[in-house]
């Protein structure tokens, strides 16, 4: 399978990642936290609603890729290991190598473990 790249242009640099390295985007403020498999964090000058619009645009078809979770998170769905309602926490890790927990909204956790349930759930 061919690798799919999202590129990102700011005035200071260019980043080009494999979209199935990165496991999350996580809002801060005005800004967007990238966070890659390798545990990389990039950190660019646009809000998370931007970053999921230019995802859509530039991805495509590929954008499905990611989800959105709540205010905060633009997660990659292939890393859910664990959605945990009553604790409020994700867990998103390859099995191996990396683990990052999440600490987002039940109603949010509900929504995503919802996409998983339904019939025509990613998997």
Do not use: W
Not at 17 to 37: H, P
Request: hydrophobic share 40%.
């Amino acid at each position: 399978m061919k690798n799919i790249y999202l590129h990102l242009n700011t005035r200071d640099e260019f980043l080009r990642m494999d979209i199935s390295k990165i496991v999350y985007f996580e809002a801060d403020g005005n800004y967007t936290n990238i966070v890659l498999a390798n545990k990389l964090k990039s950190v660019v000058c646009m809000n998370l609603a931007h970053m999921q619009q230019i995802l859509t645009d530039s991805l495509k078809e590929n954008a499905r890729t990611f989800v959105r979770v709540g205010k905060k998170y633009i997660i990659n769905h292939a890393y859910v290991c664990q959605i945990n309602v009553l604790r409020q926490n994700l867990v998103l890790s390859d099995g191996a190598s990396f683990t990052f927990q999440l600490d987002i909204s039940k109603e949010a956790l509900k929504g995503l473990r919802e996409l998983y349930l339904a019939p025509s759930g990613k998997e």
